[in-house]
C-alpha cells in the first residue's frame, strides 16, 4: 500500500520540537538537557575507563566510544533520552576478540558489525529483538557480569585476570594468597564508596548524592593513592598521535564472521531493550514525557550501527545503549537528544584537555568499579520475576551456559531451554473429576492439544452416563483435535439424555462444541448467528431486529429485547468487570482522552478504539460538531463538556470523529442556503453549526480532503472529511483549549470510520499551529504498519 502524500504544502512554524534536529539558525539549549549532559558525564568518564580496562583494550577507545556514543547514536538514534557508549554487556565479548584477533581486528569487527545493524534497520526488524524471552536477555547479561566480576576481582587484588572465568575461579585461590595491599586498599575503598554512597542520611546526604557515587569514588580513591604516595598502577593515556586505528580482518573468516554475529546480537538486543526502558521511565515522570516522542526502534538500530561504524573506524570499543546512563538522563529531567549529544561533547573535551588528571587514576579503582557494575548485573529483580513466571530454569541454563561456555553457546542454549519449556507448558494438561452437588465436575487446566486427548477422552467417557456434566475449561487453546473429542462425546452424552455444560473457572458459561447433528439445524435456525450480533439487537432463539415479531406492539418487543440484553449483561459480563467499575467508583474517574463523535447507533467507540471503563469521555451529538464559543444558544452541553474534559479530567488529548454515511451531513447538502421563512425545528438550528463546514467544502482556499491517497468517494464523503478539519479548527477557538495547546500538555486528532468497510482513518500532517494537510490515513493492524511504512 501506498501512504498518503499531503493534498498541498504547508508552510512549517520556524520553531521545531525539542527532540528533533536543531534549527540551523537557531540553536536553542535547554537549561534541564545542560545539567543532565553533565551528570551522565560525570558516570560516563570512569565507567569508559573501566571498561576499556576490563575488555584489555586501549584505555582512549573507550572515550572514543563514549563520545561516539553520545554524538552519533544520540542525533541520529531513534530513543532521544537515551545514552549509548561502551557497555559492560560488551565487555567479555570484545576481550576474548581482543585475545584472539588482537586490537586492530576488533575495531573491524566493530565496523562490520555497525554495517550488519544497518541492515537490519532497512529490513525493519527491530521488533523481532523483543520477542527474546526476558529470561534469555537477563541471563545473559548475569551471566556477563559473573564473568567481569571474576576477571576484575583479581586486578582488585593486585593480579592479572585469566582467559576465561573458570581459569579466573581456579586461579583466585592463588591470587588471594598473593594479595596486593596496596591495590586491594584503593578496591575497597573504591567498593565503600560505591554502595554506601547512595545510602548517606539527612539533608546533608540528599545533597551529596546529586554527585555520581562512581565518580565520588575514583575521585577519593585517586586523592587517598596521591596523597598516600601508594605504589599502584595507574592510568597511562598514551599520545593520540599514537592511537590505533582499525586494520583489515586477519583471521579465519567463520570465526570472525561469529564475532560480527556476537558483537550485533549483544548491542541490538541491549539497546533496544534498553530503548524500551527508557519509554517507561519518560512516561513514569512527573510530567509523562510531554514532547519526549516514544522510541523508534528501527531508527534507534540505525543510530546503534551508525555509532559502531564511526567507532570502529576512530579505534574505539563496540557501542550499545547504556541502562545506567540512560536511567541518569532521564532522572536528571532531560527533555530532548541534547543532553545526550552534550555529554558526548564533554567526554571530547575530557579526552583532550584533561589527560594528565586521568593519569593520576589508579587502575584498581576502576577495576573495582567495573566488578560492582558486572555483580549489579545478576540483578535481584530480574531474578525474582522469571521466578513468578516460572522460566527460573532458562536463566540459569543462560547464565551458566555464557560463564562457561561463551555469548552465542549460552544463549543458544538458552533458547533451547526455552522452547522446551514452552512445549511442555503447552503439552501438561490437569484433567480431574468429582461429583459435586448432584452433578459430575470435570476440570481441564491448561491448554487443550492432541497431546491431552488420550487422556481427556479417557476422563470423558468414565462419566455416567445420563448425567449433568459441568465440563470446566481453563486455559486459552484448544486446537482441532480436542475440540472434535469433546464435541463426538457431547452429542453422544446428549443422545442417551445427559446434559453438558461448558463454563470457564469462574462459573460463566461458554459457547459448548458444536455437535455434529446439530450443525444443520444450527445453520438453518441461526443462520443469522456471526461475531458482533448482539450489536445487531439479536439474540440467539429470539427475533433478529429485521424479522418484527407479529405483535401489535413494537414498543413491547423492544422493551423485551433490552431486558434480554440487560439480562444477558449481569449474567456473563457483569461478573467479569464488576472489580474493575467498583475501583473506578472508589477512585474516580481519568480518562485519558475526550472523544467526540456523532450519535449514530453504527459507531460503536470501544469497539473501534478497543478501549474499556474509564478510557473514555465521550461526546455524542448529531454530526460530531463543536459549537463555536458562544452561539450554542440556551445549550452549552458541548462547551461544558470540552470544558470539563480540558480543566478538571486534564485529559490528554482530543479526538474529532466522523464516520461514512453521516445523515446530518446529508441534511446540510440538501439544506441550501438559509430560508428565514423555514421551520426552526430543533435539528435544523442544531445543524447551522456545521455550515462552517459546508463553506470551507465550497471554498477554494482550502483544498479538498484526501483519504489514504485517494478523493473521496462523493460529496457526502467529502464533507464528513471536511467536518472533522473544521471541528477541530473549533476546538482551537476555546481558551481552556487553546491554553492546554500552548503548554503542549494537550493535542488534538482527527479521525474518520467507514462503517461500510470497518477501516478507521487518522487525520495526517497537522502542525503546532493551525494548519492542517487534511490528509486521512488507514490506520493498519499493527503487523502490517511496518509493511506500510517501508512501502
Same mark, same amino acid.
Given at each position: 500500500?501506498?501512504?498518503?502524500?499531503?493534498?498541498?504544502?504547508?508552510?512549517?512554524?520556524?520553531?521545531?520540537?525539542?527532540?528533533?534536529?536543531?534549527?540551523?539558525?537557531?540553536?536553542?539549549?535547554?537549561?534541564?538537557?545542560?545539567?543532565?549532559?553533565?551528570?551522565?558525564?560525570?558516570?560516563?568518564?570512569?565507567?569508559?575507563?573501566?571498561?576499556?580496562?576490563?575488555?584489555?583494550?586501549?584505555?582512549?577507545?573507550?572515550?572514543?566510544?563514549?563520545?561516539?556514543?553520545?554524538?552519533?547514536?544520540?542525533?541520529?538514534?531513534?530513543?532521544?533520552?537515551?545514552?549509548?557508549?561502551?557497555?559492560?554487556?560488551?565487555?567479555?565479548?570484545?576481550?576474548?576478540?581482543?585475545?584472539?584477533?588482537?586490537?586492530?581486528?576488533?575495531?573491524?569487527?566493530?565496523?562490520?558489525?555497525?554495517?550488519?545493524?544497518?541492515?537490519?534497520?532497512?529490513?525493519?526488524?527491530?521488533?523481532?529483538?523483543?520477542?527474546?524471552?526476558?529470561?534469555?536477555?537477563?541471563?545473559?547479561?548475569?551471566?556477563?557480569?559473573?564473568?567481569?566480576?571474576?576477571?576484575?576481582?583479581?586486578?582488585?587484588?593486585?593480579?592479572?585476570?585469566?582467559?576465561?572465568?573458570?581459569? +579466573?575461579?581456579?586461579?583466585?585461590?592463588?591470587?588471594?594468597?598473593?594479595?596486593?595491599?596496596?591495590?586491594?586498599?584503593?578496591?575497597?575503598?573504591?567498593?565503600?564508596?560505591?554502595?554506601?554512597?547512595?545510602?548517606?542520611?539527612?539533608?546533608?546526604?540528599?545533597?551529596?548524592?546529586?554527585?555520581?557515587?562512581?565518580?565520588?569514588?575514583?575521585?577519593?580513591?585517586?586523592?587517598?593513592?596521591?596523597?598516600?604516595?601508594?605504589?599502584?598502577?595507574?592510568?597511562?593515556?598514551?599520545?593520540?598521535?599514537?592511537?590505533?586505528?582499525?586494520?583489515?580482518?586477519?583471521?579465519?573468516?567463520?570465526?570472525?564472521?561469529?564475532?560480527?554475529?556476537?558483537?550485533?546480537?549483544?548491542?541490538?538486543?541491549?539497546?533496544?531493550?534498553?530503548?524500551?526502558?527508557?519509554?517507561?521511565?519518560?512516561?513514569?515522570?512527573?510530567?509523562?514525557?510531554?514532547?519526549?516522542?516514544?522510541?523508534?526502534?528501527?531508527?534507534?538500530?540505525?543510530?546503534?550501527?551508525?555509532? +559502531?561504524?564511526?567507532?570502529?573506524?576512530?579505534?574505539?570499543?563496540?557501542?550499545?545503549?547504556?541502562?545506567?546512563?540512560?536511567?541518569?538522563?532521564?532522572?536528571?529531567?532531560?527533555?530532548?537528544?541534547?543532553?545526550?549529544?552534550?555529554?558526548?561533547?564533554?567526554?571530547?573535551?575530557?579526552?583532550?584537555?584533561?589527560?594528565?588528571?586521568?593519569?593520576?587514576?589508579?587502575?584498581?579503582?576502576?577495576?573495582?568499579?567495573?566488578?560492582?557494575?558486572?555483580?549489579?548485573?545478576?540483578?535481584?529483580?530480574?531474578?525474582?520475576?522469571?521466578?513468578?513466571?516460572?522460566?527460573?530454569?532458562?536463566?540459569?541454563?543462560?547464565?551458566?551456559?555464557?560463564?562457561?561456555?561463551?555469548?552465542?553457546?549460552?544463549?543458544?542454549?538458552?533458547?533451547?531451554?526455552?522452547?522446551?519449556?514452552?512445549?511442555?507448558?503447552?503439552?501438561?494438561?490437569?484433567?480431574?473429576?468429582?461429583?459435586?452437588?448432584?452433578?459430575?465436575?470435570?476440570?481441564?487446566?491448561?491448554?487443550?492439544?492432541?497431546?491431552?486427548?488420550?487422556?481427556?477422552?479417557?476422563?470423558?467417557?468414565?462419566?455416567?452416563?445420563?448425567?449433568?456434566?459441568?465440563?470446566?475449561?481453563?486455559?486459552?487453546?484448544?486446537?482441532?483435535?480436542?475440540?472434535?473429542?469433546?464435541?463426538?462425546?457431547?452429542?453422544?452424552?446428549?443422545?442417551?439424555?445427559?446434559?453438558?455444560?461448558?463454563?470457564?473457572?469462574?462459573?460463566?458459561?461458554?459457547?459448548?462444541?458444536?455437535?455434529?447433528?446439530?450443525?444443520?439445524?444450527?445453520?438453518?435456525?441461526?443462520?443469522?448467528?456471526?461475531?458482533?450480533?448482539?450489536?445487531?439487537?439479536?439474540?440467539?432463539?429470539?427475533?433478529?431486529?429485521?424479522?418484527?415479531?407479529?405483535?401489535?406492539?413494537?414498543?413491547?418487543?423492544?422493551?423485551?429485547?433490552?431486558?434480554?440484553?440487560?439480562?444477558?449483561?449481569?449474567?456473563?459480563?457483569?461478573?467479569?468487570?464488576?472489580?474493575?467499575?467498583?475501583?473506578?467508583?472508589?477512585?474516580?474517574?481519568?480518562?485519558?482522552?475526550?472523544?467526540?463523535?456523532?450519535?449514530?447507533?453504527?459507531?460503536?467507540?470501544?469497539?473501534?478504539?478497543?478501549?474499556?471503563?474509564?478510557?473514555?469521555?465521550?461526546?455524542?451529538?448529531?454530526? +460530531?460538531?463543536?459549537?463555536?464559543?458562544?452561539?450554542?444558544?440556551?445549550?452549552?452541553?458541548?462547551?461544558?463538556?470540552?470544558?470539563?474534559?480540558?480543566?478538571?479530567?486534564?485529559?490528554?488529548?482530543?479526538?474529532?470523529?466522523?464516520?461514512?454515511?453521516?445523515?446530518?451531513?446529508?441534511?446540510?447538502?440538501?439544506?441550501?442556503?438559509?430560508?428565514?421563512?423555514?421551520?426552526?425545528?430543533?435539528?435544523?438550528?442544531?445543524?447551522?453549526?456545521?455550515?462552517?463546514?459546508?463553506?470551507?467544502?465550497?471554498?477554494?482556499?482550502?483544498?479538498?480532503?484526501?483519504?489514504?491517497?485517494?478523493?473521496?468517494?462523493?460529496?457526502?464523503?467529502?464533507?464528513?472529511?471536511?467536518?472533522?478539519?473544521?471541528?477541530?479548527?473549533?476546538?482551537?477557538?476555546?481558551?481552556?483549549?487553546?491554553?492546554?495547546?500552548?503548554?503542549?500538555?494537550?493535542?488534538?486528532?482527527?479521525?474518520?470510520?467507514?462503517?461500510?468497510?470497518?477501516?478507521?482513518?487518522?487525520?495526517?500532517?497537522?502542525?503546532?499551529?493551525?494548519?492542517?494537510?487534511?490528509?486521512?490515513?488507514?490506520?493498519?493492524?499493527?503487523?502490517?504498519?511496518?509493511?506500510?511504512?517501508?512501502?
Amino acid at each position: 500500500m501506498t501512504l498518503c502524500t499531503p493534498a498541498r504544502t504547508t508552510t512549517r512554524p520556524r520553531s521545531q520540537r525539542p527532540h528533533g534536529p536543531p534549527d540551523r539558525r537557531r540553536f536553542r539549549i535547554a537549561g534541564a538537557d545542560l545539567s543532565a549532559s553533565v551528570a551522565v558525564f560525570l558516570i560516563a568518564l570512569p565507567l569508559s575507563l573501566g571498561i576499556a580496562l576490563a575488555t584489555g583494550a586501549p584505555l582512549q577507545a573507550g572515550l572514543v566510544a563514549a563520545a561516539v556514543g553520545g554524538i552519533v547514536a544520540g542525533r541520529f538514534g531513534g530513543a532521544p533520552l537515551q545514552v549509548s557508549g561502551p557497555a559492560a554487556g560488551l565487555t567479555v565479548v570484545t576481550a576474548e576478540l581482543i585475545q584472539r584477533y588482537g586490537w586492530r581486528t576488533t575495531c573491524a569487527i566493530t565496523v562490520l558489525a555497525g554495517l550488519a545493524q544497518l541492515a537490519l534497520s532497512v529490513l525493519r526488524v527491530a521488533r523481532s529483538a523483543l520477542a527474546v524471552s526476558p529470561a534469555i536477555v537477563h541471563g545473559m547479561l548475569a551471566g556477563i557480569g559473573v564473568t567481569i566480576a571474576l576477571a576484575q576481582l583479581h586486578i582488585v587484588l593486585g593480579g592479572t585476570p585469566q582467559s576465561s572465568a573458570v581459569a +579466573n575461579v581456579l586461579g583466585l585461590p592463588a591470587q588471594l594468597a598473593h594479595a596486593q595491599p596496596a591495590a586491594l586498599a584503593i578496591s575497597a575503598l573504591t567498593v565503600a564508596v560505591l554502595l554506601g554512597w547512595p545510602r548517606l542520611p539527612g539533608r546533608a546526604g540528599q545533597l551529596a548524592r546529586k554527585l555520581p557515587a562512581a565518580l565520588v569514588a575514583v575521585v577519593g580513591a585517586t586523592a587517598v593513592a596521591v596523597f598516600a604516595g601508594l605504589a599502584v598502577p595507574r592510568v597511562d593515556l598514551p599520545s593520540w598521535s599514537s592511537h590505533a586505528l582499525p586494520g583489515l580482518p586477519e583471521g579465519p573468516v567463520l570465526g570472525i564472521a561469529a564475532g560480527v554475529l556476537t558483537i550485533t546480537l549483544v548491542t541490538s538486543v541491549q539497546s533496544l531493550l534498553s530503548a524500551v526502558a527508557v519509554d517507561k521511565l519518560v512516561a513514569a515522570r512527573e510530567d509523562r514525557g510531554a514532547g519526549v516522542p516514544r522510541a523508534d526502534l528501527d531508527r534507534e538500530l540505525a543510530g546503534q550501527g551508525a555509532a +559502531n561504524v564511526v567507532s570502529g573506524a576512530l579505534g574505539g570499543l563496540p557501542v550499545a545503549g547504556v541502562a545506567v546512563r540512560s536511567v541518569a538522563n532521564v532522572s536528571a529531567g532531560a527533555v530532548s537528544r541534547t543532553s545526550t549529544m552534550l555529554h558526548g561533547l564533554w567526554i571530547v573535551l575530557a579526552a583532550l584537555l584533561l589527560t594528565p588528571a586521568l593519569d593520576l587514576i589508579p587502575l584498581p579503582a576502576l577495576a573495582a568499579l567495573v566488578m560492582v557494575v558486572g555483580v549489579q548485573m545478576v540483578s535481584i529483580t530480574h531474578i525474582r520475576s522469571v521466578t513468578r513466571h516460572r522460566e527460573v530454569v532458562v536463566y540459569a541454563v543462560t547464565l551458566a551456559g555464557v560463564t562457561l561456555v561463551g555469548i552465542l553457546e549460552g544463549v543458544a542454549l538458552g533458547i533451547a531451554v526455552a522452547i522446551a519449556v514452552a512445549l511442555h507448558r503447552l503439552a501438561r494438561t490437569r484433567i480431574t473429576r468429582e461429583e459435586r452437588d448432584g452433578h459430575q465436575l470435570l476440570r481441564v487446566r491448561g491448554q487443550l492439544t492432541f497431546l491431552a486427548v488420550p487422556r481427556l477422552s479417557r476422563a470423558l467417557h468414565q462419566l455416567p452416563q445420563g448425567s449433568h456434566v459441568v465440563v470446566e475449561l481453563d486455559g486459552s487453546f484448544m486446537d482441532h483435535a480436542a475440540y472434535e473429542t469433546l464435541s463426538d462425546w457431547t452429542t453422544g452424552h446428549i443422545a442417551h439424555g445427559g446434559t453438558v455444560e461448558t463454563t470457564n473457572p469462574s462459573g460463566v458459561r461458554i459457547a459448548e462444541p458444536a455437535t455434529s447433528a446439530d450443525t444443520a439445524a444450527a445453520a438453518a435456525s441461526h443462520a443469522c448467528c456471526r461475531p458482533w450480533t448482539p450489536w445487531h439487537n439479536h439474540q440467539c432463539g429470539e427475533p433478529v431486529a429485521d424479522q418484527r415479531p407479529e405483535s401489535d406492539a413494537p414498543a413491547q418487543a423492544a422493551g423485551l429485547r433490552l431486558a434480554t440484553g440487560i439480562g444477558k449483561f449481569q449474567r456473563n459480563t457483569a461478573p467479569l468487570v464488576r472489580d474493575e467499575l467498583a475501583r473506578l467508583a472508589r477512585e474516580g474517574q481519568t480518562p485519558s482522552q475526550l472523544f467526540l463523535t456523532c450519535a449514530d447507533s453504527r459507531l460503536v467507540t470501544s469497539m473501534i478504539t478497543s478501549s474499556g471503563p474509564g478510557d473514555l469521555f465521550t461526546v455524542r451529538n448529531v454530526g +460530531n460538531l463543536v459549537p463555536l464559543p458562544g452561539e450554542e444558544s440556551g445549550d452549552d452541553s458541548v462547551a461544558a463538556a470540552i470544558e470539563y474534559a480540558v480543566d478538571v479530567l486534564r485529559v490528554e488529548s482530543i479526538t474529532v470523529c466522523g464516520h461514512s454515511g453521516c445523515g446530518a451531513m446529508q441534511a446540510l447538502l440538501g439544506s441550501g442556503p438559509d430560508d428565514p421563512s423555514a421551520p426552526r425545528t430543533p435539528l435544523r438550528r442544531w445543524l447551522r453549526h456545521g455550515r462552517p463546514s459546508l463553506e470551507r467544502m465550497a471554498s477554494r482556499r482550502h483544498a479538498w480532503a484526501r483519504i489514504s491517497g485517494r478523493l473521496p468517494a462523493d460529496a457526502v464523503e467529502q464533507l464528513c472529511l471536511t467536518n472533522v478539519v473544521q471541528q477541530l479548527e473549533h476546538l482551537r477557538a476555546y481558551e481552556s483549549v487553546a491554553r492546554r495547546l500552548a503548554d503542549g500538555s494537550l493535542t488534538l486528532h482527527g479521525m474518520y470510520f467507514h462503517v461500510g468497510e470497518a477501516q478507521a482513518y487518522l487525520l495526517s500532517g497537522t502542525d503546532e499551529v493551525h494548519s492542517y494537510d487534511d490528509v486521512f490515513t488507514q490506520v493498519l493492524p499493527s503487523e502490517h504498519r511496518e509493511t506500510a511504512r517501508a512501502s
